[in-house]
Nanobody, 124 residues
Framework: QVQLVESGGGLVQAGGSLRLSCAAS????????MGWFRQAPGKEREFVAA????????YYTDSVKGRFTISRDNAKNTVYLQMNSLKPEDTAVYYC?????????????????WGQGTQVTVSS
């Protein structure tokens, strides 16, 4: 079993930055694909970014490319999402997710473990 705990959310003005963190329990963190998803009120959960087990491969949804960066520190069992140039449309609850199998995917149904989420609010 893997437990994921997100932190770093908050209220920020448009154009600002936040860094989300997701701390994972368990000794097998370094073998998991890690992803970030978000869900705005009244909308479906959507993929944001994913990173391979060693950090060598990353993938982003088009709307965040060039603004968000996903990274991981396997020594600390932590994955990060650096969010720059934030926009009001980035407002959502952000979830961290872990996937046992090795390929990157944008499908939330293929992730095995989820955190409780952290709220990000971007004011205009």
């Amino acid at each position: 079993q893997v437990q994921l705990v997100e932190s770093g959310g908050g209220l920020v003005q448009a154009g600002g930055s936040l860094r989300l963190s997701c701390a994972a329990s368990g000794r097998t963190f370094s073998t998991y694909v890690m992803g970030w998803f978000r869900q705005a009120p009244g909308k479906e959960r959507e993929f944001v970014a994913a990173v391979s087990w060693n950090g060598g491969s990353t993938y982003y949804t088009d709307s965040v490319k060039g603004r968000f960066t996903i990274s991981r520190d396997n020594a600390k069992n932590t994955v990060y999402l650096q969010m720059n140039s934030l926009k009001p449309e980035d407002t959502a609850v952000y979830y961290c997710a872990a996937k046992i199998s090795s390929w990157l995917t944008t499908k939330y149904s293929e992730y095995d473990y989820w955190g409780q989420g952290t709220q990000v609010t971007v004011s205009s």
